[in-house]
């Protein structure tokens, strides 16, 4: 049996922030993804490891991509739709931070 699956990266590049990020269907209901915030600020100056990447795996069909910072005044940031694999960045600070999509 093929089982097809969509894939959602996202670069973790915010200065001491939690975030969440997570998948909606067509009917706006929740996927895959946060539920709570996490870390999310950039680690690259520490370590190498996947701490600075978000991968949210999930089933084929169309879909948004939401992205919230915890204790910001800026209103989630949705992007979509899609029917493909994504890739993402999360950058700034509390105050102003940006969701880009990027190249994989």
Known sequence: MDV????????????????????EDSNGNRIAGDKHYHDC???SS?????????TI???NQTYTVH?????SFEKQKVRGPFNEDTCYGIYGNV???TFDQTSC
Do not use: G, M
Not at 46 to 54: A, G, H, L, Q
């Open 4 to 23: 097809k699956a969509f894939t959602v990266i996202t670069a973790l590049e915010l200065d001491l922030c939690r975030c969440r990020i997570w998948i």
């Open 41 to 43: 600020s950039d680690h």
């Open 46 to 54: 520490i370590s190498s490891d996947d701490d600075d990447y978000e």
């Open 57 to 59: 795996n999930f089933p």
């Open 67 to 71: 992205a919230k910072v915890q204790a």
């Open 95 to 97: 105050d102003d931070w």
